[in-house]
């Protein structure tokens, strides 16, 4: 057993296995978490986060007292997460599994949105309807916080080219690649999936911009807790932080008063 996770799998150096196929749980969070979790400390309104595994960064939201809606597509993990949960903060989570593309909430409901290391699982048509599904979702002044994969990691080293090439010749999506496992020089390839959509700044920064959302911090970010045949330096992950704007005042000088 792992001993800061009841009934998980056990451990592989920091990570631990998801039950489905759908790579690791890290066990320590990265900056943009972190600063995604501290500003939202105390929320009320409720955050979504979405592909929690056995609930990294939904514990640490829940020790902030943020109301969470803890979804995973695989229930196995939300039931082990359930068992994590300390009593004291069993009022502050909603559970709700499956594809989060299935699930039903209000618009304009929520005061965030996390997603870490999951929409790089995904083609680009369905990271851009997610996003703009996660716009209508998010309550006028709400943040979206997403954490992905980048290419910069060792055992990417003979996709990295391919990925370099295509964003140069202006891709929207150079890290799309089907046969994803052909090119990994890693163990435990069986604990991955066949496709990945691997990222990068701009890819990011273009994606959410066009669906309406202002970035607010966007970069690269380390991965200290990868194994050593993975990380690579310091740009492993990538980082976002973007705000549904509110809406303009009335009468502002960009908002458009229809004329009789
Ligand atoms: C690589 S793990 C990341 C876990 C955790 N967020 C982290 O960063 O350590 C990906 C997680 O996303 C979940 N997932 C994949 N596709 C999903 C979907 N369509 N809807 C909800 N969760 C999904 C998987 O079940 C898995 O637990």
């Known amino acids: 057993m792992n001993p800061l996770w009841k009934n998980t799998p056990d451990k592989i150096g920091q990570l631990i296995p998801t039950l489905n196929q759908q790579g690791f749980m890290t066990t320590a969070l990265d900056p943009?978490?972190?600063?995604?979790?501290?500003?939202?400390?105390?929320?009320?309104?409720p955050v979504l986060e979405i592909g929690t595994a056995y609930g990294i960064a939904t514990l640490a939201m829940?020790?902030?007292?943020?109301?969470?809606?803890a979804n995973d597509l695989e229930k196995k993990h939300l039931d082990?997460?359930?068992?994590?949960?300390?009593?004291e903060h069993s009022h502050l989570i909603e559970y709700r599994s499956g594809d989060f593309r299935s699930l039903t909430i209000a618009n304009n409901s929520l005061a965030g949105i996390l997603t870490i290391r999951v929409l790089h699982f995904f083609p680009g048509d369905s990271i851009e309807k997610s996003l703009h599904q996660f716009y209508q979702w998010l309550k006028p002044g709400g943040q979206l916080c997403l954490v992905v994969d980048s290419p910069y990691m060792k055992h990417l080293s003979r996709l990295l080219p391919i990925f370099e090439k295509r964003l140069a010749q202006g891709e929207e999506w150079p890290g799309h690649i089907d046969n994803y496992k052909e090119y990994l020089d890693v163990k435990y390839k069986d604990k991955l999936p066949d496709f990945i959509n691997l990222q990068s700044p701009e890819?990011?920064?273009?994606?959410?911009?066009?669906?309406?959302?202002?970035?607010?911090?966007?970069?690269?970010?380390?991965?200290?807790?990868?194994?050593?045949?993975?990380?690579?330096?310091?740009?492993?992950?990538?980082?976002?932080?973007?705000?549904?704007?509110?809406?303009?005042?009335?009468?502002?000088?960009?908002?458009?008063?229809?004329k009789g």
């Open 203 to 258: 890819t990011l920064k273009q994606a959410t911009e066009r669906q309406g959302f202002k970035v607010k911090e966007l970069g690269f970010c380390a991965r200290p807790d990868y194994p050593d045949d993975v990380r690579l330096d310091g740009r492993e992950n990538i980082g976002i932080i973007c705000i549904k704007p509110n809406a303009l005042p009335y009468g502002s000088p960009s908002c458009k008063i229809k």
């Open 80 to 87: 082990i997460m359930k068992d994590n949960v300390p009593k």
């Open 62 to 69: 829940l020790n902030n007292n943020i109301n969470v809606i």
């Open 32 to 45: 943009y978490t972190n600063a995604f979790i501290e500003s939202l400390s105390g929320s009320k309104d």
